[in-house]
């Protein structure tokens, strides 16, 4: 028995989530104390505004191509991965010089059209930090390529440890909102000099477009259904805010971050080591199944068991640690906590759709989620944040579960597999 814990605990997959875990823990840690300064030191209306900021923020940052051009470079041939990291650090210059220009623009505009005249100066400031993506997305892709967790983990550590340090600082001097845009900004200027010491990957001097067609082709379905994820984890906040107001949207928002943030945080240094172990097994049917299931089964053991935990503990430590204002909020955080497991086999899934080049797929069934979400939404808002809580939660099971179903007797078709070796062949 213990020979075989010593096999399992060795294996590379788990090994590369226990650099994220020990990232994600120390950063945990790190962002307890800020966390508890912003609950104490923000009013509900302050984190109304902070939703707004980082919901804008979350949509732009799927144009900077992390995500699909990201799984192009994970998933390439060594022969190709030079090109196609030349192309996408130009690509990104565009889209993030473009979003830059287009979030000042809407920025400006915003007390035209709004009385909150709060949000012009951070959204001005968070934009910024568009103008460092290509300037280190590209290196930490390339690291998460290698399997190199270990300097995936130091470099999220490091900056979360900078970001935290400095949002905490700034909050207990009352900077207000620009306790959380000020360090955004400062945080990517580190991730450059971090990412540039751990891989040795340059920019080229020369501008080059090459095989852009291949790189767009593969990863447009991956950004449309990425900007569809975004507007699934922020469409509530959207809702809320114009239905129920600031002050409810700061209620629930708190609640949703604290509900989901860790346990979304959590599945996260599961799944990103997912997708370049199982990717690495592409041409051996038997293997790339193996290696998903077995790495899905290491992710429940562990997961599923801490997400409960914290929900059963909620009623506890909301009080103690951020404060009995945010009592009311307890149970739409259990029912957020708890809708993030059938997201685990979902997010799984669309992975194991990727790696065998299925992303229309991938992106059809988002749209179809989207839709569905949303109406659900729209359905129940008017009655209050604890019905939306609801909403997210049954949606997320019901629909997430039998999208699952679907995809693993799909992607996992032997018939489907072997077309894949032909093609690639």
Known sequence: MITRLKQVLSGEYLRNVGWMAGAELANRIIRLSTTVVLARMFSPHDYGLMAIIFT??????????????GSKIIQADERDVKAICNTAYWLNWITCGSLFIIQCFVAFLIPYFSHDRELTIPLCIVALTYLTYPLWVIHLTLIERENRFKSAAI????????????????????????????????????????????HPWRPPL???????????????????????????ANVDYLLV??????????????AFNAGSGITLNLM????????????????????????????????????????????????????????????????????????????????????????IDKTIISLFLSVTFTVIFVISLLAV?????????????????????????????????????????????
């Open 155 to 198: 470099c999220n550590v490091l900056n979360s440890l900078i970001s935290n340090i400095l949002t905490a600082t700034f909050a207990l001097l009352g900077m207000g909102i620009g306790a959380i845009t000020w360090p955004l900004l400062i945080a990517c200027l580190f991730w450059i000099v971090i990412t540039w010491k751990f």
């Open 381 to 425: 808002v008017k009655n209050g944040i604890l019905w939306v809580a609801c909403a997210v939660f049954f949606s997320h099971l019901i629909v997430l579960s039998i999208f699952t179903i679907w995809t693993n007797r799909y992607a996992l078709s032997k018939k489907h597999f072997l077309n894949l070796s032909n093609m690639n062949l």
């Open 268 to 355: 996260n240094t599961f799944m990103v080591p997912l997708y370049p172990h199982i990717c690495g097994a592409r041409n051996d049917y038997w293997q790339f199944k193996h290696r998903y299931f077995n790495s899905l089964k290491k992710a429940t053991a562990i997961l599923v068991p801490l997400i409960l935990l914290q929900a059963a503990l909620a009623p506890i430590y909301v009080p103690i640690v951020f404060g009995k204002k945010w009592i009311p909020a307890i149970p739409v955080l259990i029912l957020i906590c708890l809708s993030v497991i059938p997201r685990i086999y979902a997010r799984a899934s669309s992975l194991l759709l990727n790696a």
């Open 56 to 69: 804008i923020c979350d949509f732009s940052s799927a144009f900077t191509l992390r995500g699909g051009v």
């Open 241 to 254: 805010g114009k239905y129920l107001g600031v002050q409810a949207l700061g209620m629930y928002y708190f």
């Open 206 to 232: 020369r501008f080059s477009l090459e095989r852009w067609r291949e790189v767009i082709g593969f990863g447009s379905n991956l950004l449309i259904a990425d900007l569809l994820s975004k507007f699934q």
